[in-house]
């Protein structure tokens, strides 16, 4: 091999190593529950701290990460938000679904929320705020597990047996709450009880006093690529919920899914 073609190679080999390094401490930031810095990142990481300090210094620069000035606690930063927005309001998928989840909220008067997987989690992509002064505390972006919350188990409910049990199989079951479910076993009882019946529920099992119902949103092979909830606060919930949310839900999901199959088309005609 020449030697122009040999140092080429190397450089791009070495690049991809520093990049990876770099996605690695933004994805260790974006997952902890807790405030993570430089000393935490170097632990968890297993990189050495100064290798740590100079990709922290570098994406805080960049506005990927944002350092609080008194304790030292790294967030994600608003360039790398921005960024995520920007590819969620041009996403198929989002685009398909907008008209049925502002119907479905216009119609319950509820909180929306259209959520894809991602490995073990799901992750909001949209959220429309109910019509009411109540306002939800979460947020587009928000990763959110699969045995906790109405979406997780709408997804979970529409795979295939095996490929459920398979994901199940590999959830870790944290509590939320006092009814969160905490077993496997659990957890494939209810969603096949949820796959018979065609819609999902999440009784304060992530949040209190929030009440989510969820269905799946399918591709035109029957399998499984998002999921849309209705949430509502327990105290309020109207007197038939199926009637209230249920229905207007799984017609909803039943719109998006036939739009999904139209998604190329419908991106090719966006002037994006």
């Known amino acids: 091999m020449p030697a122009s073609t040999s140092s080429a190679t190397s450089a791009k080999v070495a690049g991809t190593a520093a990049f990876s390094k770099f996605m690695e ?19 968890v990481s297993g990189y050495p701290r100064p290798t740590v300090y100079r990709i922290v210094a570098a994406l805080v620069a960049e506005g990927m990460l944002q350092e609080h000035p008194a304790t030292g606690a790294l967030a994600l930063g608003t360039r790398l938000m921005q960024l995520a927005s920007r590819s969620w309001s041009r996403s198929d998928l989002r685009l398909a679904a907008m008209d049925a989840l502002k119907a479905l909220r216009d119609l319950t008067g509820e ?34 597990s699969m045995h906790s919350t109405a979406v997780g188990k709408a997804y979970l409910s529409a795979l295939a047996p095996a490929a459920r049990d398979a994901l199940i199989a590999r959830l870790t079951f944290t509590r939320y709450m006092p009814d969160t479910i905490m077993t496997p076993d659990s957890l494939r009882t209810q969603v096949e009880q ?20 969820g269905a799946p949103v399918v591709d035109p092979q029957g399998q499984p690529v998002a999921a849309v909830s209705v949430s509502t606060l327990r ?38």
């Open 194 to 213: 949820f796959r018979l019946q065609g819609w999902s529920v999440d009784a304060e099992e992530n949040e209190a006093g929030i009440y989510c119902f």
């Open 25 to 43: 401490v933004l994805q260790l930031v974006a997952d902890t529950e807790e405030p993570m810095t430089v000393a935490g990142l170097a632990r």
């Open 235 to 272: 105290f309020r919930q109207k007197p038939d919920p199926e009637a209230a949310y249920v229905t207007p839900l799984i017609e909803a999901c039943r719109e998006i899914s036939r739009r999904v199959a139209e998604a190329p088309a419908l991106a090719a005609s966006r002037n994006m």
């Open 111 to 144: 909180t929306v929320h259209l959520a894809v997987p991602n490995d073990t989690t799901m992750i909001y992509i949209e959220k429309l705020e109910s019509t009411s002064a109540v306002r939800m505390a979460s947020r587009i972006g928000t990763s959110v």
